[in-house]
């Protein structure tokens, strides 16, 4: 994941901002912080085109970034929250208002720029840390549907024992056996389904935090 963009607006005024990439950023921008200003919640995340732009909102004032990529909203929330501290501790924050200046863009470009080099030379690192809780998470999830498989067969073998004289007189019936042999081939295509959408899952992974390269 990379921070591509970064600005810092007062309403729907673009105070100060930077590009990494080429491309446009503007019109994307203008309608991020449109919906920031209607909806005035904290954080937000919003997918638009190939970019991911996530904000933080103080006080009327909304630092927004663009990532190219949804797998990480850690980083870009930790940079936001970097650039707020820094802009609210500039003796240019004590006016009552910001007015788009030269001044204070080129101030605050600057603390963009740097907040940028920083996050995204750290990359590395950051995706090790994501890559790692996102797996944890698909183990988590592993556990829980091969606990409910072990529940199940547990329930299917209490009803074995319970029905074992009656399954022992049945047994030479084809009919019988053909139904067992339903519920066993039932259980084993569940573990087989969730062994292959687990490592289905980590190969996303791992393709979308370049470990593995494209």
């Known amino acids: 994941m990379t921070i591509t963009y970064s600005c810092i607006a007062n309403g729907r005024a673009v105070l100060a901002e930077l590009a990494l990439t080429g491309g446009s950023y503007q019109e994307a921008t203008a309608r991020v912080l449109k919906l920031v200003l209607l909806r005035a919640e904290p954080k937000t995340i919003i997918q638009m085109g190939s970019f991911v732009y996530h904000t933080l909102f103080i006080d009327g004032i909304t630092y927004l970034c663009a990532t190219d990529s949804a797998l990480d909203s850690v ?35 600057q603390v963009l720029g740097k907040y940028m080099m920083i996050y995204n030379k750290n990359q590395d690192g950051n995706s090790v840390c ?13 556990s829980e549907n091969i606990d409910k498989i072990l529940e199940s067969e547990e329930r299917l073998n209490n009803f074995t024992d319970r029905t074992d004289d009656v399954t022992t007189m049945a047994k030479e019936s084809p009919q019988t056996r053909k139904i067992f042999r339903k519920i066993w081939c039932k259980h084993f295509k569940k573990i087989i389904i969730i062994i292959m959408t687990i490592l289905l899952s980590i190969i996303i992974i791992l393709l979308s935090t370049n470990v593995i390269p494209t």
């Not at 994501?130 to 988590?140: A, F, G, P, R, Y």
Request: net charge positive; charged share 20%; hydrophobic share 40%.
């Open 75 to 109: 980083t870009p929330h930790a940079f936001l929250k970097n650039v707020s501290d820094t802009i609210l501790r500039n003796p240019l924050k004590s006016q009552e208002y910001f007015s788009p200046s030269n001044a204070i863009a080129a101030d605050f470009q």
């Open 130 to 142: 994501t890559l790692k809780s996102q797996i944890t998470d698909v183990k988590n999830i592993m």
